[in-house]
T-cell receptor
Framework: AQRVTQPEKLLSVFKGAPVELKCNYSYSGSPELFWYVQYSRQRLQLLLRHISRESIKGFTADLNKGETSFHLKKPFAQEEDSAMYYCALSGGNQFYFGTGTSLTVIP | DTGVSQDPRHKITKRGQNVTFRCDPISEHNRLYWYRQTLGQGPEFLTYFQNEAQLEKSRLLSDRFSAERPKGSFSTLEIQRTEQGDSAMYLC????????????FGAGTRLSVL
């Protein structure tokens, strides 16, 4: 069955510290993986996707097919990174989202 | 273009009533999705349209739920005989044809069933 797992519901880090939000998935095929972010009082928006292999707002994520993971990383967290982060998988015409990780960056 | 628009933003109804939500996607976005999100959970896929055709429907979707996109532009999601368990945020997203699989989300309609 298709599934996206985000093991941490809450994550707090100090400003300037590295941050890693974990995402594991299960899918029988070649999925496309995404990270979506929702800032306070804003709508859900795309942060990055594995196909583009780019860094957005200092965040990167590498698809590890062996470990079926797509962890989100940033070397130096900023206060404006505080938000809800969702890992998502696209398979066929459906999208599957994880339960989300609430990131708080402490000044 | 202000992005994906959803109406109403909030809906309070009594159990057993029918409710209908509307989604206006970004212009020229042929693909439209509906999701449901409850507290502490991520968005849960409900259904998918390509133009006016409903191509995918979640097996979890009750028969009380129906969605339409009659002219391939806006879409409606109707819930009949609402139950308290239907209380959730209902999200709509759209994307264009092509290789880009990026979805653009609306602000959602929050439903409260009393």
């Amino acid at each position: 069955a298709q599934r996206v797992t985000q093991p941490e519901k809450l994550l707090s880090v100090f400003k300037g510290a590295p941050v890693e939000l974990k995402c594991n998935y299960s899918y029988s095929g070649s999925p496309e993986l995404f990270w979506y972010v929702q800032y306070s009082r804003q709508r859900l928006q795309l942060l990055l996707r594995h196909i583009s292999r780019e860094s957005i707002k200092g965040f990167t994520a590498d698809l590890n097919k062996g470990e079926t993971s797509f962890h989100l990383k940033k070397p130096f967290a900023q206060e404006e990174d505080s938000a809800m982060y969702y890992c998502a998988l696209s398979g066929g015409n459906q999208f599957y989202f994880g339960t989300g990780t609430s990131l708080t960056v402490i000044p | 273009d202000t992005g994906v628009s959803q109406d109403p933003r909030h809906k309070i109804t009594k159990r057993g009533q029918n409710v209908t939500f509307r989604c206006d996607p970004i212009s020229e976005h042929n693909r439209l999705y509906w999701y449901r999100q409850t507290l502490g959970q991520g968005p849960e896929f409900l259904t998918y349209f390509q133009n006016e055709a409903q191509l995918e429907k979640s097996r979890l979707l009750s028969d009380r739920f129906s969605a339409e996109r009659p002219k391939g532009s806006f879409s409606t999601l109707e819930i009949q005989r609402t139950e308290q368990g239907d209380s959730a945020m209902y999200l709509c997203a759209s994307r264009p044809d092509g290789d880009s699989n990026i979805q653009y989300f609306g602000a959602g309609t929050r439903l409260s069933v009393l």
